[in-house]
């Protein structure tokens, strides 16, 4: 349980992606199989090494997870369907795909993880799970609201958009970025990006703050503000690299021939920034009892 609230918080603190990550989770996996834990535990830690190796560009897939960590059919073929096995697994593989898709901007992917997600409660006893579950989750619905994929989607955007709101009262610093990230998704303004950025910066986020430089760059760009896009995306281009999302650079680099010119400083992707993790543990820590009870 321990070593899966460490993945959760690693993927949700948006601690820098290295060449160790997926070493690390690989550890944990044969830690699990070494002392008889049963396929449900160990194979959440092949979602999170298949995750970090399409972050990495070190796949050939970006929102599938079928790659030397694991394919999703063999994965799910562990297990019984309508098991409770089959839909936990179901449902951490879900909302690390959501993850992936927001990232790359995979519509179709972020459409099929809300609904492998739509009976899952609005509650969980791992608060950061939960946390993943449902940010990813609204920040997806916002983007499918904006190109008019349904009515229902913006819904959800707003929905969760107001939990976290309620939850960032209880002074979660967390919780506020998560709202703050929903507003601006939801807003789509200037000053709700910037406040976003700057709660993303004051957390180190990485790559919550990448992925709100992007959307806004991409915002300004639909406003005919040219400059003030490519500025965004340049941005969101650096801390895409200072998270080790290379995959994602690659991406960019074919949408926008400009930032090939861009410089980047191959120092601040190179190590992990503990006190980002300690800071959004301690977090999840002090307010899971009062912001993960069920009212």
Same mark, same amino acid.
């Given at each position: 349980?321990?070593?899966?609230?460490?993945?959760?918080?690693?993927?949700?603190?948006?601690?820098?992606?290295?060449?160790?990550?997926?070493?690390?989770?690989?550890?944990?996996?044969?830690? !699990?199989?070494?002392?008889?834990?049963?396929?449900?535990?160990?194979?959440?830690?092949?979602?999170?090494?298949?995750?970090?190796?399409?972050?990495?560009?070190?796949?050939?897939?970006?929102?599938?997870?079928?790659?030397?960590?694991?394919?999703?059919?063999?994965?799910?073929?562990?297990?019984?369907?309508?098991?409770?096995?089959?839909?936990?697994?179901?449902?951490?593989?879900?909302s690390c795909k959501m &993850?992936?898709?927001?990232?790359?901007?995979?519509?179709?992917t972020m459409e099929a993880?809300?609904?492998?997600?739509?009976?899952?409660?609005?509650?969980?006893?791992?608060?950061?799970?939960?946390? &993943?579950?449902?940010?990813?989750?609204?920040?997806?619905?916002?983007?499918?609201?904006?190109?008019?994929?349904?009515?229902?989607?913006?819904?959800?955007?707003?929905?969760?958009?107001?939990?976290?709101?309620?939850?960032?009262?209880?002074?979660?610093?967390?919780?506020?970025?998560?709202?703050? !990230?929903?507003?601006?998704?939801?807003?789509?303004?200037?000053?709700?990006?910037?406040?976003?950025?700057?709660? !993303?910066?004051?957390?180190?986020?990485?790559?919550?703050?990448?992925? &709100?430089?992007?959307? !806004?760059?991409?915002?300004?760009?639909?406003?005919?503000?040219?400059?003030?896009?490519?500025?965004?995306?340049?941005?969101?281009?650096?801390?895409?690299?200072?998270?080790?999302?290379?995959?994602?650079?690659?991406?960019?680099?074919?949408?926008?021939?400009?930032?090939?010119?861009?410089?980047?400083?191959?120092?601040?992707?190179?190590?992990?920034?503990?006190?980002?993790?300690?800071?959004? &543990?301690?977090?999840?820590?002090?307010?899971?009892?009062?912001?993960?009870?069920?009212?």
């Amino acid at each position: 349980l321990v070593a899966n609230s460490y993945g959760l918080s690693y993927y949700l603190s948006g601690v820098p992606i290295t060449a160790k990550t997926e070493e690390e989770f690989y550890i944990f996996e044969k830690k !699990c199989q070494k002392y008889n834990q049963p396929p449900s535990v160990y194979s959440t830690f092949r979602i999170y090494r298949q995750l970090a190796l399409n972050l990495q560009g070190r796949s050939e897939n970006t929102t599938k997870f079928d790659g030397s960590a694991m394919t999703e059919e063999e994965l799910l073929s562990n297990f019984e369907p309508d098991t409770p096995q089959y839909k936990q697994t179901l449902r951490d593989l879900s909302s690390c795909k959501m &993850m992936a898709a927001c990232i790359f901007g995979d519509l179709p992917t972020m459409e099929a993880m809300i609904e492998n997600q739509k009976s899952w409660p609005d509650f969980d006893i791992l608060l950061h799970r939960l946390n &993943m579950r449902l940010l990813w989750q609204a920040l997806g619905a916002f983007v499918l609201a904006r190109a008019k994929r349904g009515k229902e989607y913006g819904q959800m955007g707003q929905k969760y958009l107001k939990l976290f709101k309620e939850k960032s009262k209880h002074g979660n610093p967390n919780a506020n970025v998560a709202f703050l !990230c929903l507003q601006a998704e939801h807003k789509q303004s200037k000053k709700d990006y910037n406040s976003a950025i700057e709660a !993303c910066r004051v957390i180190q986020s990485i790559h919550l703050e990448a992925l &709100m430089n992007e959307n !806004c760059g991409l915002y300004q760009l639909k406003q005919k503000k040219l400059e003030y896009g490519r500025s965004y995306l340049t941005r969101a281009y650096q801390l895409y690299h200072a998270y080790g999302a290379i995959a994602k650079l690659k991406q960019m680099d074919t949408n926008y021939t400009f930032l090939k010119a861009v410089r980047l400083d191959n120092s601040s992707s190179k190590k992990t920034d503990g006190k980002a993790m300690r800071r959004q &543990m301690q977090g999840f820590k002090k307010y899971t009892i009062e912001l993960g009870s069920k009212k």
